[in-house]
Structure formats: structure tokens, C-alpha cells
């Protein structure tokens, strides 16, 4: 079982950033990932990194946010610039049983545990 937990939401205006964490209680060689969840949207992956550090973003995120890991802490960060209203969503980390370098990961289907989120609010 893996405990993961989020912090580092909150309100912030557009064109700002914010800094996401997520504490592991068991970390290993596997990948972890952020997901959101706007209202009324269904839960979408927004990045995930293997244990070697091999990123992945959906198009929206590209080149504004940044996953990163630190595996002597078993903590896993999301860095979010230039943040836009539509980026309003509760942000969940997530934590696979596998490695996923090199392969497709943004589905929630590679993923067994899951935190209880922190929510992020852009305003105009």
C-alpha cells in the first residue's frame, strides 16, 4: 500500500505559479504522475515521470508546468507557470506498481494509488 498526500494549492491570479508536492510513504522504482479534475470534467492525466526521470505532458501543459522527482525524499513535485483560468481543477498525485519509461502513462489505468488532492484556482 503507498500513501500519497498534496500540498501546494491554492488561489493564485493568471500568469501566476504554483508549486506542487506529493509525500510518498513507500516510493520504489515506479511511476508517479499529477491528474486533474475540473468541474463537470472527467479526471485527465496532466504528467507522469518514470523512476529514471523520462517526462511526460498532455498538450495543454507543455512548456508551462514541470514534473520532477526526488527519490531520496520520496517526493514528487509539479511546477506550474503561466497559469490560466482553465487550469482550475482539483490536482490529484499518483502513484503506479511499474515503471513506465518510454512508454505512453497518461491514462489513469496505470495507476493503483491515488491521493486525496489539492485544489488549484486561476482567476481572470
Known amino acids: 500500500q503507498v500513501r500519497l498526500v498534496e500540498s501546494g494549492g491554492g488561489s493564485v491570479q493568471a500568469g501566476g505559479s504554483l508549486r506542487l508536492s506529493c509525500a510518498a510513504s513507500?516510493?520504489?522504482?515506479?511511476?508517479m504522475g499529477w491528474f486533474r479534475q475540473g468541474p463537470g470534467k472527467e479526471r485527465e492525466g496532466v504528467a507522469t515521470i518514470s523512476h529514471d526521470g523520462s517526462a511526460m505532458y498532455v498538450d495543454s501543459v507543455k512548456d508551462r508546468f514541470t514534473i520532477s522527482r526526488d527519490n531520496a525524499k520520496n517526493t514528487l513535485y509539479l511546477q506550474m507557470n503561466s497559469l490560466k483560468p482553465e487550469d482550475t481543477a482539483m490536482y490529484y498525485c499518483?502513484?503506479?506498481?511499474?515503471?513506465?519509461?518510454?512508454?505512453?502513462?497518461?491514462?489513469?489505468?496505470?495507476?493503483?494509488?491515488w491521493g486525496q488532492g489539492t485544489q488549484v484556482t486561476v482567476s481572470s
Open positions: 499518483a502513484a503506479s506498481t511499474i515503471d513506465c519509461s518510454g512508454r505512453y502513462s497518461l491514462a489513469r489505468s496505470w495507476f493503483s494509488y
Open positions: 513507500a516510493y520504489g522504482s515506479r511511476c
